[in-house]
């Protein structure tokens, strides 16, 4: 583990000299080939827990993308709610991982929309939700279906739904097909959440638990890094030119899947254990810090 510096970036000194050398030659159609791959996690990282974005932080996303990197969001957000920081930093052409990997968007400033959907994974949510329901009875439940509605009980919601959820039974939840799930406590911790989990023996599903008592669910096998890895190939990214910074244990797989996975300050032991660096906090515009160094 090492702290950031300004200097570091992906890959190791040895390709850094031989990309300069390209270009001194006059090799400039190899530029493209040179871009970076930047994954950059949303809550706790480009905004604080208030979701609010620095000036820092805006300036400096917005000069990578600007640098021709290929920035991509990858948050635990779903569409509606990942499209105000997509359009925050400028990204008109690209692509962004929404749902904790669970929906990929192709941003094209051509459409009409200004995006379309290029990949949806969806799940049966009715064994997780009924074992869950079980060991957790008093935990809040909501659902992201297929059409990007989200159903929830007890009038759960939250601003990463991005649309005001539908309240529902627990029985028509049952019944849906999912790309999200998520569960929420206030009477339970985190370590309760996790104690309940490993009782209960989610099987069939990827899950993470939050800072809070939260649970978001997927389908499984999907995440932020098993989404940015099908990205990678379609981009034609070689793996030492990746980059990903985040905080949650959402973003554990991503931070490990990137050649310089980099965790926010602020962020949970395990979470910075997955990490190759640490930087500063969000409050302290650790993202933006991480940003600027890839424009030395």
């Not at 400039?28 to 994954?39: C, D, E, I, P, Q």
């Not at 279906?145 to 627990?170: C, H, K, P, W, Y």
């Amino acid at each position: 583990m090492t702290t950031l510096t300004e200097t570091s970036v992906a890959g190791n000194d040895d390709r850094r000299d031989n990309t300069r050398n390209n270009e001194n030659n006059g090799n400039n159609g190899n530029a493209a080939a040179h871009k970076l791959m930047v994954a950059l996690d949303v809550d706790g990282t480009l905004v604080d827990h208030d979701g609010h974005m620095s000036v820092p932080v805006r300036e400096a996303a917005q000069d990578v993308v600007a640098a021709g990197h290929h920035v991509t969001i990858a948050t635990g957000r779903s569409l509606n709610a990942t499209l105000p920081i997509i359009e925050h930093i400028g990204i008109d052409n690209g692509y962004a991982v929404c749902s904790n990997g669970g929906v990929t968007l192709r941003l094209d400033s051509s459409l009409s929309a200004g995006y379309e959907i290029v990949h949806k994974a969806t799940f049966d949510p009715g064994p997780v939700l009924r074992a869950l329901r079980k060991r957790l009875p008093t935990a809040k439940y909501a659902l992201e279906d297929e059409d990007g509605n989200f159903l929830s009980t007890e009038r759960f919601q939250d601003m990463s739904f991005g649309v005001e959820a539908i309240g529902v039974d627990f029985h028509t939840m049952l019944e849906a097909t999912a790309v999200r799930v998520v569960v929420f406590s206030a009477e339970n911790t985190p370590e309760e959440f996790n104690t309940a989990i490993q009782h209960i023996g989610l099987a069939g599903v990827t899950y993470s638990v939050g800072w809070t008592a939260w649970l978001d669910i997927a389908a499984a096998g999907v995440t932020k890094a098993s989404a940015l890895e099908h990205l990678r190939g379609r981009l034609e990214i070689e793996a030492h030119r990746t980059v990903a910074v985040g905080d949650g244990r959402n973003d554990i797989e991503m931070l490990t899947w990137a050649a310089r996975g980099v965790a926010m300050g602020q962020a949970p032991e395990e979470v910075i254990a997955a990490a190759n660096e640490v930087t500063h906090s969000v409050f302290d515009d650790g993202a933006a810090h991480v940003l600027r160094s890839l424009l030395l």
